[in-house]
């Protein structure tokens, strides 16, 4: 009857010189939710996301995907266990065209010599699977999947950022502040983008700092503290104020003591 | 997708009305119908559309001007005087594009050649081993400038400036500052001017060395635009923390551009001396500049991340037409340096001016 999470941390630490940025945090991530993570500044919860993305490596603690222990180097072992993060900036490259960056890194090849030889990359093959991806998340009012992504708005970058994570992330998929530079109108849009993933079954990390977009699509709430978890809330059970007052230490929840 | 959202728990009262508004947010509007955004858009999907345009418009006025230069002759003359340093411009442009500069190219070059001839001329190896050291000489000097720039991370212009100066030391010591004369070349390893023989066609002498060069731009197109090196290349000159968060290998592929940019070198080499004809410790000072003015007016951008390989080329053969052209028109070669230099600012102040139309 218990669901088994899909991604857990466990005990992490992670100490740089004289500043301890995660001290024994634990995280869990169910298949099929949204799972948001708020905190402070400082609070490490970026150290948090960073070693479940693989971008830094803790110094004491387990990581479990689906049960297994795993250990990421880099960024690119996390990706190929199926874990996508779609980082604040983006990354994504201005200057190349919307497919050659949702492929950036994993590029197809023709088949035949003209791939194994001339390592030629199967462009006709990976446009129309960025287009047919883009399609999926209604995206694709975008008319030309070869324009570069130079000439998208901010939205649209967005979108294709999480496009391209849904596409390959087939286990997680972690969104860094994804409406943090986007106007009203923007945010709405990649709200009802982050929906359409989690229906298509890929649970999502989500860390924000806006309030009211956590409390819209979260199921689950973590709240990070001083380098741990502080609890996890739904917020059918707090408002927001409660949220806000945890995270910064103005209230504690029932049943937690701050052990500092 | 779901457009219109059952109004949720928690859906701010602000944002309440935007039900009513236009959930078009993610459609792509067209660009301005002016005709300048049009140009620039265009200019900026093909951007060796500039550098082509300025060459034809530069034969065009030299041949009214003086018109002993619309022919054949003069125009394989052209090629002829720029295939050394549009070699140099190709291995330029793919530094360039990762946002670095190479400064050595010119010293790698001079280096590698009195390599070629030392051991040909001087020490009898075959003509075949000889260059064969060389090219992996010019290799190994580039993969010294990758490996400074990857992994020690000093910027470019920093990296390239020592290794400039080191590899001119390391030339003067040892060609002992003498040069190899043609007759010696040609008494005991003709086999290393090849590059600079070639054929007569209708009334154009092309040389082998201009035709490797066309054939060599056309395979590093080719490697550019239809393969992941090529893309990852870009994005790296684009954006290097983008490139390293989207799983791009960022030190392996900047080490690799260097050395590939090395051996570039150390086969233009080869070309170069069956160019000139013999092998000097002092020849060849001016290709590291000339190489940055070509490919930077063939459109490639000093910022990195955007560019062309044909632009490069396109660009050394405008520098050599102004040069050819001026100085059959009669102008004294200053003012060829002077037209070398109006040139450069030009095509930097189009490149900046195509960059904030991008934003």
């Known amino acids: 009857m218990t669901v088994k999470p899909i991604l857990e941390a466990r005990g992490l630490m992670k100490r740089y010189g004289t500043v301890v940025a995660m001290n024994g945090a634990d995280f869990d991530l169910m298949p099929g939710e949204i799972c948001a993570v708020i905190g402070d500044n400082g609070a490490g919860k970026s150290t948090l996301i960073k070693a479940l993305s693989g971008a830094v490596t803790p110094d004491h603690g387990e990581i479990l995907l689906d049960g297994q222990p795993v250990h990421f180097r880099s960024p690119d072992d996390a990706r190929a266990m199926g874990i996508e993060t779609v980082y604040q900036n983006l990354a994504m490259s201005p200057a190349l065209s919307i497919a050659d960056n949702m492929f950036l890194g994993r590029e197809w090849r023709k088949p035949g010599i003209m791939g194994s030889v001339f390592r030629q990359m199967d462009r006709p093959r990976m446009e129309a699977f960025a287009r047919q991806k883009l399609s999926e998340l209604g995206l694709m009012t975008i008319q030309d999947i070869s324009q570069a992504v130079e000439t998208l708005s901010g939205g649209q970058r967005q979108g294709v950022a999480v496009a391209r994570a849904a596409a390959f992330g087939s286990k997680v998929v972690i969104l860094d502040e994804p409406t943090a530079a986007l106007g009203v109108k923007e945010s709405r849009r990649v709200l009802e983008l982050i929906r359409d993933v989690r229906a298509r079954g890929i649970p999502i990390i989500l860390i924000s700092h806006n309030m009211p977009h956590v409390f819209e699509v979260a199921d689950r709430i973590h709240i990070h503290r001083l380098g741990r978890r502080l609890c996890v809330i739904r917020p059918q059970d707090y408002s927001m104020s409660d949220a806000v007052a945890f995270m910064t230490g103005a209230k504690l929840p029932e049943g937690v003591t701050e052990a500092a | 997708m779901s457009t219109v959202d059952e109004p949720t728990k928690t859906i701010s009262d602000f944002e309440a009305t935007l039900n009513k508004a236009d959930t078009a947010v993610a459609t792509f509007e067209k660009d301005d119908k002016t005709l300048t955004h049009v140009l620039r858009a265009q200019l900026r999907k093909n951007p060796t559309l500039i550098p082509a345009l300025v060459l034809l418009v530069s034969i065009i006025a030299f041949s009214i001007v003086a018109p002993r230069f619309f022919g054949m002759g003069a125009l394989s003359t052209v090629l002829k005087q720029t295939t050394v340093t549009g070699f ?266 195509l960059r904030r139309a991008s934003q």
């Open chain 2, 88 to 353: 140099i411009a190709l291995a330029q442009t793919l530094v360039i594009l990762t946002a670095g500069i190479d400064l050595s190219v010119g010293a790698i070059l001079v280096i590698s050649s009195l390599i070629m001839g030392n051991l040909a001329v001087i020490s009898g190896l075959p003509v075949f081993l000889a260059v064969l050291i060389g090219f992996g000489f010019g290799g190994l000097m580039g993969f010294v400038n990758g490996v400074l720039v990857a992994k020690i991370k000093l910027p470019p212009f920093i990296v390239t400036l020592g290794t400039l100066s080191i590899f001119n030391a390391l030339k003067l010591w040892y060609s002992q500052s003498e040069s190899i004369r043609n007759a010696d070349i040609e008494a005991n390893a003709s086999g290393l001017l090849w590059f600079g023989q070639g054929f007569n066609f209708s009334g154009a002498s092309l040389s082998y060395g201009g035709i490797t060069l066309i054939l060599l731009a056309a395979a590093l197109w080719y490697v550019l635009n239809h393969t992941a090196w090529g893309r990852h290349v870009h994005a790296i000159g684009d954006d290097p923390d983008a490139a390293m968060l989207s799983g791009i290998n960022v030190d392996r592929t900047l080490i690799s551009v260097y050395t590939v940019a090395g051996l570039i070198c150390g086969f233009a080499a080869w070309i170069a001396i069956g160019r000139v004809g013999s092998v000097s410790p002092i020849a060849f000072d001016t290709v590291n500049l000339g190489s940055i003015t070509a490919v930077v007016i063939g459109g490639t951008s000093l910022f990195g991340g955007r560019g062309s390989i044909i632009g490069s080329v396109l660009g050394a053969f405008i520098v050599g037409v102004f040069n050819t052209g001026l100085s059959l028109a009669g102008v004294d070669d200053y003012w060829q340096m002077f037209a070398a230099g109006c040139l450069v600012i030009v095509a930097v102040a189009l490149d900046q001016w």
